[in-house]
């Protein structure tokens, strides 16, 4: 959770689940319900949320690489978002969501490429000891049904191009992460209508103090 004075700080919310969850659908919806609640949002996204963020963002998704270059490219730009977006935000009151943060490195780079969880642990004890989502959503959808979702019409990245294994044990990491933190956690079933789900999600925000 965020440290500090829990009355002035904002409230940090990231968005998970394998490309092809559905997750990008909903971000916007939740972004309007915290607007409507009166409070300064900022959406952002990893890896990127700024300039070099989004330079090493094209680096990580589309240039080959060894597996720690890959698991550090996506911590150095974390590190970046934190301190130029991130904790400004909430040190002002904002409230921010992020389109992924660091339970995705532990789902693709831990799950799905199979780098050692304690790697995974010290990068992310170093770069952001103190700073943890308050609210996590996980979207979680069947590995066929989240393969059928992909635009097969645009260029894949190399993650979106990895092998059905791979998707799967990214979700199970996701979902072994979403048990042991059950009160960050919140899984959303994915294969619902766009109207149960939001239902759901407005639940969910209208929660948050």
Known sequence: ???????????????????????????????????????????????????LGEKLRELVLHEAMHLETEALLVFASRRE????????????????????????????????????LVKLDTLANWVHPELWPDLTILFDVPL????????A????????QEKADFFLAARNEYLRRAGQEPRRFRVIDSTQPIDAIRVQLAAIVAALE
């Open 1 to 51: 959770m965020t440290q500090g004075n829990p009355a002035a700080r904002g409230r940090f919310i990231t968005f998970e689940g394998i490309d092809g969850a559905g997750k990008s659908t909903h971000i916007q919806f939740v972004g309007e319900l915290i607007r409507a609640r009166g409070m300064e949002l900022v959406s952002s996204r990893e890896p990127g949320g700024t300039p």
């Open 81 to 116: 978002h934190i301190a130029q977006v991130i904790e400004p935000a909430l040190a002002r009151g904002a409230w921010v969501i992020s389109d992924r943060f660091t339970d995705a490195s532990f789902a693709y780079q831990g799950g799905g490429r199979g780098l050692e």
């Open 153 to 160: 019409t645009r260029q894949l990245d190399r993650f979106e």
């Open 144 to 151: 066929e049904v989240a393969r059928a979702r992909l635009d």
